[in-house]
């Protein structure tokens, strides 16, 4: 059974900062590629962050470049999103996303967690 499962939302002052976390199982994880996707009220689901396991690349989105970090502990089967200078359009659910390589690609969802930046 595939599991992701989110976790260190929470309120935050502008110019706090938060770890994400993503637990996951059922699945390869260390070939998989890891995303965070956020999506606030009103709005479309964006992606902010993406972890591709060969080679370790990562990507961001232009809003949150500079002030979040992706990253992965295969070991661990987690992937983190530190968020830095947080502002209160970062305000959104995030969610944690993988796509699994190989001929039968399955995509999966955790179930998200809720950040808001607000003084």
């Known amino acids: 059974q595939v599991q992701l499962v989110e976790s260190g939302g929470g309120l935050v002052q502008p110019g706090g900062s938060l770890r994400l976390s993503c637990a996951a199982s059922?699945?390869?994880?260390?070939?998989?590629?890891m995303n965070w996707y956020r999506q606030a009220p009103g709005k479309e689901r964006e992606l902010v962050a993406e972890?591709?396991?060969?080679?370790?690349?990562?990507n961001y989105a232009d809003s949150v470049k500079g002030r979040f970090t992706i990253s992965r502990d295969n070991a661990k089967k987690t992937v983190y999103l530190q968020m830095d200078s947080l502002k209160p359009e970062d305000t959104a659910v995030y969610y944690c996303n993988a796509i699994t390589r190989g001929p039968f690609s399955r995509q999966y969802w955790g179930q998200g967690t809720q950040v808001t930046v607000s003084s």
């Open positions: 059922g699945f390869t994880f260390s070939s998989s590629v």
């Open positions: 972890s591709i396991a060969a080679g370790g690349s990562t």
